[in-house]
């Protein structure tokens, strides 16, 4: 696939994201859709022809690694930091605040430091390490989301009988 494609892919996806956190939203009960568009990106960036720079091979590993670790950390931070409640019928709902917005964006503004770091060194980073990172944020959103909703209790006290 072309850079630019990944590029749009990547863009739109983390828009969606971004944009959807910030209203609320129930918790799918089989959770299929929070694992399958990670593994559809991380898919599309393993095969990526130039996840790696041959010429920087073990550079281009450290940046790499330190990518995908700061979107696992990022994705626990902002499932964390993710309000979650249940209604009447026990649906459990998520929303983001202020402190999800600002662990995205201090995750993108270390990101794009990995990035510069990376340019400074003379190592080229492909498209494929930034869907990495991305597919490793969303997933382990998706863990932590399931299993703090796990615990979640109804704010009510639902009538006995009746």
């Not at 990944?6 to 863009?11: A, E, F, G, K, L």
């Not at 930091?81 to 009447?88: E, G, I, K, L, S």
């Not at 340019?119 to 492909?126: D, I, K, P, R």
């Not at 490793?136 to 639902?158: D, E, I, K, N």
Request: net charge positive.
């Amino acid at each position: 696939m072309s850079g630019l494609l990944n590029t749009v892919v990547i863009i739109a996806v983390v828009a969606y994201v971004f944009i959807r956190q910030f209203s609320a939203q129930p918790l799918p009960s089989h959770g299929r859709s929070t694992w399958l568009v990670p593994a559809i990106l991380g898919g599309m960036a393993l095969r990526e022809p130039r996840l790696l720079d041959v010429t920087h091979p073990t550079a281009s590993v450290v940046l790499l690694a330190a990518g995908t670790l700061l979107g696992l950390v990022s994705g626990v931070g902002w499932a964390w930091t993710t309000v979650m409640w249940t209604d009447a019928d026990g649906t459990v709902w998520t929303k983001g605040g202020l402190r999800t917005a600002a662990v995205w964006l201090c995750g993108m503004a270390i990101r794009l430091g990995l990035g510069a770091a990376g340019h400074f060194w003379g190592v080229h980073q492909g498209t494929g390490a930034m869907m990495l990172s991305v597919a490793a944020m969303l997933l382990s959103r998706g863990g932590v989301t399931f299993w703090r909703a796990r615990s979640v209790q109804p704010a009510y006290r639902v009538p006995v009988g009746g």
